[in-house]
């Protein structure tokens, strides 16, 4: 079965379902936005909503995570985490799941990390496809992930009175196997599936006004350029966009002490390259002192230094950095005016 359809009114016993494989995260409302939560009562689970305030990320690249233990007198170490449970990631949008993409390769560059790994061995990603903006904030289109592109176990389509679902991998079809109410597709729902995605095809546009491959050349030659003082005049150091970002994965290390002064904790804790403090090294010099130069640095990190190590985009286009924004730095504008600025128009 490579396509399987849903009714509607069948959701939540799908849902049922799913918390008693795993542990189930899925998005809800909180106040006027969203996050992502473990599940209790699943009519509380959300599938129209604007991105999370917090990314996926935080469940398997937790924001405070034990690294290992430690004895002072004698010195010893050992293991932090004896077990990683199996979850479930419900409802997750296709730029959130490109931003997991792009943490698995990063994870994966050497040398490897394990407790990331360990996680994502553990975790399904049950995605769902948006057939419409979530609010004016996204570029998702520019980046090409407003449609699936792989990196999930499910992708659920909505179809009107029934879900459509993309069955991606093995791990996919253990949740949607032996159910009585999830059937194979036929092809009245297929119909339906294809006719669904043309109509996304007019309403999803290009936000840039260049081509992606356009974006790499300029920042290729933007480098000196006078828009980043604009934006380091704006910008207020708050690090709100790298901690909402779905690909941002720099983090500090302490260690936690016991009251006994010889057991501890070592841990890592997400840190931010906006952070006044982020470049300072020793003698007290900063390699990256204004804060022009750190939010240039922040979209060299999305669109030029992973494009030439890893060969791709590190913006999602998800917009929760503009969103978030203080200063109300936009990342489309931003990127707009270093196209335009070299000339660069469609």
């Given at each position: 079965?490579?396509?399987?359809?849903?009714?509607?009114?069948?959701?939540?016993?799908?849902l049922e379902h799913l918390k008693k494989k795993a542990k189930l995260y899925a998005p809800r409302k909180?106040?006027?936005?969203?996050?992502?939560?473990?599940?209790?009562?699943?009519?509380?689970?959300?599938?129209?909503?604007?991105?999370?305030i917090l990314p996926p990320k935080k469940y398997y690249f937790p924001q405070k995570e034990k690294l290992?233990?430690?004895?002072?007198?004698?010195?010893?170490?050992?293991?932090?985490?004896?077990?990683?449970?199996?979850?479930?990631?419900?409802g997750v949008h296709t730029c959130d799941i490109a931003g997991i993409q792009c943490m698995d390769v990063?994870?994966?560059?050497?040398?490897?990390?394990?407790?990331?790994?360990?996680?994502?061995?553990?975790?399904?990603?049950?995605?769902?496809?948006?057939?419409?903006?979530?609010?004016?904030?996204?570029?998702?289109?520019?980046?090409?992930?407003?449609?699936?592109?792989?990196?999930?176990?499910?992708?659920?389509?909505?179809?009107?009175?029934?879900?459509?679902?993309?069955?991606?991998?093995?791990?996919?079809?253990?949740?949607?196997?032996?159910?009585?109410?999830?059937?194979?597709?036929?092809?009245?729902?297929?119909?339906?599936?294809?006719?669904?995605?043309?109509?996304?095809?007019?309403?999803?546009?290009?936000?840039?006004?260049?081509?992606?491959?356009?974006?790499?050349?300029?920042?290729?030659?933007?480098?000196?350029?006078?828009?980043?003082?604009?934006?380091?005049?704006?910008?207020?150091?708050?690090?709100?966009?790298?901690?909402?970002?779905?690909?941002?994965?720099?983090?500090?290390?302490?260690?936690?002490?016991?009251?006994?002064?010889?057991?501890?904790?070592?841990?890592?804790?997400?840190?931010?390259?906006?952070?006044?403090?982020?470049?300072?090294?020793?003698?007290?010099?900063?390699?990256?002192?204004?804060?022009?130069?750190?939010?240039?640095?922040?979209?060299?990190?999305?669109?030029?230094?992973?494009?030439?190590?890893?060969?791709?985009?590190?913006?999602?286009?998800?917009?929760?950095?503009?969103?978030?924004?203080?200063?109300?730095?936009?990342?489309?504008?931003?990127?707009?005016?270093?196209?335009?600025?070299?000339?660069?128009?469609?």
């Open positions: 079965m490579k396509y399987a359809s849903l009714k509607k009114a069948d959701l939540f016993e799908w909180k106040e006027n936005l969203f996050v992502l939560r473990p599940v209790k009562n699943v009519e509380d689970v959300c599938l129209e909503y604007i991105p999370t290992f233990k430690f004895s002072a007198q004698p010195f010893k170490t050992g293991k932090a985490i004896d077990k990683f449970e199996e979850f479930v990631l419900f990063a994870f994966r560059d050497g040398p490897e990390d394990p407790n990331y790994l360990n996680r994502k061995d553990k975790m399904a990603i049950v995605g769902i496809e948006c057939l419409k903006y979530c609010d004016k904030y996204a570029n998702c289109t520019s980046m090409g992930n407003h449609v699936p592109r792989g990196g999930y176990d499910l992708m659920m389509v909505d179809i009107g009175d029934k879900f459509i679902i993309h069955i991606n991998s093995e791990k996919g079809e253990k949740l949607v196997t032996d159910l009585g109410y999830i059937k194979e597709a036929a092809q009245a729902d297929m119909d339906l599936l294809d006719r669904a995605r043309e109509a996304k095809k007019k309403v999803f546009k290009e936000e840039f006004t260049g081509p992606l491959s356009k974006v790499y050349d300029v920042f290729d030659k933007s480098f000196a350029s006078d828009i980043w003082k604009d934006v380091g005049k704006r910008c207020v150091a708050c690090g709100n966009c790298t901690a909402v970002c779905p690909t941002c994965y720099c983090f500090d290390v302490a260690d936690e002490m016991e009251l006994n002064l010889d057991d501890g904790v070592r841990y890592r804790i997400w840190n931010s390259c906006q952070m006044d403090d982020f470049a300072k090294v020793a003698g007290g010099e900063d390699f990256r002192k204004g804060r022009d130069s750190r939010q240039r640095h922040r979209y060299y990190r999305k669109f030029k230094y992973p494009v030439d190590r890893f060969n791709r985009y590190f913006c999602t286009g998800c917009g929760r950095c503009t969103r978030t924004c203080m200063a109300q730095i936009n990342l489309v504008e931003t990127v707009n005016s270093l196209l335009n600025e070299k000339g660069i128009v469609e």
